[in-house]
């Protein structure tokens, strides 16, 4: 039973810039990996950014260099900066999260928020 709850969703022009972030609560031992997807329209929905506990990440090729992925542990928050935006950024983007429930790292459950969407406007 883990619950995410996204913000920082909105409408801005080319060039501008969002931060999103992913707060997770509930029941968890440990927050392995948690990430950004993203679904534009009539598209299936894609990774653009993950990070692991330890700080390892992982960008999809289009938003190198203008997407930043960041994690506060403290927080099981997960945030993401997005600079430089384009219009072939809409979509709406979900945070995921997998999870551990104990110290035996058995089993890994894996959560979805419910999306925030970004528009951007040439």
């Known amino acids: 039973q883990v619950q995410l709850v996204e913000s920082g969703g909105g409408l801005v022009q080319a060039g501008g810039s969002l931060r999103l972030s992913c707060a997770a609560s509930?029941?968890?031992?440990?927050?392995?990996?948690m990430g950004w997807y993203r679904q534009g329209p009539g598209m299936y929905r894609e990774l653009a950014a993950t990070?692991?506990?330890?700080?390892?990440?992982n960008y999809a090729d289009s938003v190198k260099g203008r997407f930043t992925i960041s994690r506060d542990n403290a927080k099981n928050t997960v945030y993401l900066q997005m600079n430089s935006l384009k219009p072939e950024d809409t979509a709406v983007y979900y945070c995921?999260?997998?999870?551990?429930?104990?110290?035996?790292?058995?089993?890994?459950?894996?959560?979805w928020g419910q999306g925030t969407q970004v528009t951007v406007s040439s």
């Open positions: 509930g029941n968890f031992f440990s927050i392995n990996v």
């Open positions: 995921k999260a997998i999870v551990t429930r104990d110290a035996a790292r058995t089993t890994s459950y894996q959560y």
């Open positions: 990070i692991t506990s330890s700080g390892s990440t």
